[in-house]
């Protein structure tokens, strides 16, 4: 929503597959790059990475101890510093200074979405199997971006997108299990058993069928 809003204020068009995310945050106008809203785009990264940290804290109650919840804790602290860090260095303050910011948290947004999978194969299958086609995606999108086979914009997306779709699904899920094991226990939902209508279909009595006696032939 931040880049669809950041992309409407655009002086020029802004072409999603083309154009960088990172563009929207550029902070300076030239002819080719306008963003006059590059507050709000630079805002969702800070907001993004601060929330990152806060899913990290509630995550590693799920996992159980050992060396993979220290790697994968210390992966998502490195992906919610990267992307705050994008935010606070757009692309115009200078590329060696934005992609030293950028780099970290784009290579460990795959590397840690493969340990989850790993780590809950045996435990939370569900969970496991979306972090796996997550990473699978985003390691897609991120060699045909380097590749060049697709546009610059659509490759950054198909790399990046699956993180935060990663964090919005599992934490809503990972809610929602919660609400149901706290707040909605205390609704009494006895009270649905009297919208149960019986239904009684009234069948008219079928009329006996008389029978003819048998009455032997006479010789």
């Not at 045909?144 to 997306?157: I, K, S, W």
């Amino acid at each position: 929503m931040a880049e669809l809003f950041t992309a409407s204020a655009w002086s020029t068009p802004y072409s999603f597959a083309r154009n960088s995310i990172s563009s929207l945050g550029v902070t300076s106008c030239e002819v080719d790059s306008c963003s006059p809203m590059h507050d709000v785009m630079n805002s969702t990264f800070v907001a993004l990475g601060v929330l990152t940290l806060v899913g990290a804290y509630f995550l590693h109650r799920h996992i159980r101890n050992g060396r993979s919840k220290k790697w994968i804790l210390s992966l998502a602290v490195i992906i919610a510093v990267s992307t705050a860090a994008t935010g606070l260095f757009p692309a115009n303050d200078g590329t060696i200074m934005h992609w030293a910011a950028v780099m970290p948290g784009f290579v460990a947004r795959h590397v840690v979405l493969v340990l989850i999978a790993w780590h809950l194969w045996h435990e939370r299958r569900v969970v496991a199997l979306w972090s796996a086609l997550c990473a699978l995606v985003g390691v897609v999108g991120a060699i045909l971006m380097l590749a060049q086979t697709l546009h610059f914009g659509l490759g950054e997306r198909l790399a990046l997108y699956p993180m935060p779709a990663w964090m919005a699904v599992t934490g809503a899920a990972v809610l929602l299990a919660l609400a149901r094991r706290t707040v909605l226990r205390r609704f009494d939902f006895s009270w649905l058993g009297y919208l149960r209508i019986p239904l009684r279909v009234r069948t008219k009595p079928r009329p006996a069928l008389s029978v003819a006696p048998l009455v032997p032939s006479s010789e």
